[in-house]
T-cell receptor, first 115, second 115 residues
Framework: NAGVTQTPKFRVLKTGQSMTLLCAQD?????MYWYRQDPGMGLRLIHY???????AKGEVPDGYNVSRLKKQNFLLGLESAAPSQTSVYFC??????????????FGPGTRLTVT | QQQVKQSPQSLIVQKGGISIINCAYE??????FPWYQQFPGKGPALLIA?????SEKKEGRFTISFNKSAKQFSLHIMDSQPGDSATYFC??????????????FGTGTRLQVTL
């Protein structure tokens, strides 16, 4: 049981390049999330998904797109990377429930640098 | 807009001492308050959580104190150990039926426990 895994672990991009971050979970969780972590700002929600084929915007969605084609995978895309997107990106997943808040399980993160 | 304010930014405590981290929130609709622990190079992991219908929750050396009228909650680590050295994040959320309950994180506290 690997939990939540993220690919790649590190990446350096030039301004304007594109890339996709992959998140996979093997816990059969319905909900998945993408966060970015910046010094002094904590974690901020970028996008999230409540099920296969559905996505929604979080607190800081601009410049990012996501897709959830399979229940176990959640992809985060940067179409035209900017230096402001230099950050550590975390994926998380959780069970779903009516009015119930379940623990979010986080992946190990992807450190992205945009030059 | 910072909805969850966390202090201090960093904290140094001697082994065996008490570590105290404070958080304050603005949105009175928040009804779930977790604390996450993050070691360098790892993703955050749930440490302990509380709902506003109780004033205190204890799990081993970790205690959450909750003051609903003041809109504040704090994490106390008793008998702090070097292995507790990590970054701690408070968070808050609103349970929502039928959709993901999104976490709003504080900015984090880097705790160092010295020998």
């Amino acid at each position: 049981n690997a939990g939540v895994t993220q690919t790649p672990k590190f990446r350096v991009l030039k301004t304007g390049q594109s890339m996709t971050l992959l998140c996979a979970q093997d816990m059969n969780h319905e909900y998945m999330y993408w966060y970015r972590q910046d010094p002094g700002m904590g974690l901020r929600l970028i996008h999230y998904s409540v099920g296969e084929g559905t996505t929604a915007k979080g607190e800081v969605p601009d410049g990012y797109n996501v897709s959830r084609l399979k229940k176990q995978n959640f992809l985060l895309g940067l179409e035209s990377a900017a230096p402001s997107q230099t950050s550590v990106y975390f994926c998380a997943s959780s069970y779903s429930g009516q009015g119930v808040l379940y623990e979010q399980y986080f992946g190990p993160g992807t450190r992205l640098t945009v030059t | 807009q910072q909805q969850v304010k966390q202090s201090p930014q960093s904290l140094i405590v001697q082994k065996g001492g008490i570590s105290i981290i404070n958080c304050a929130y603005e949105n009175t609709a928040f009804d779930y308050f977790p604390w996450y622990q993050q070691f360098p190079g790892k993703g955050p992991a749930l440490l302990i959580a509380i709902r506003p219908d109780v004033s205190e929750k204890k799990e081993g050396r970790f205690t959450i104190s909750f003051n609903k009228s003041a809109k504040q909650f704090s994490l106390h680590i008793m008998d702090s150990q070097p292995g507790d050295s990590a970054t701690y994040f408070c968070a808050a959320s609103i349970r929502q039926a039928g959709t993901a309950s999104k976490l709003t994180f504080g900015t984090g506290t880097r705790l160092q426990v010295t020998l």
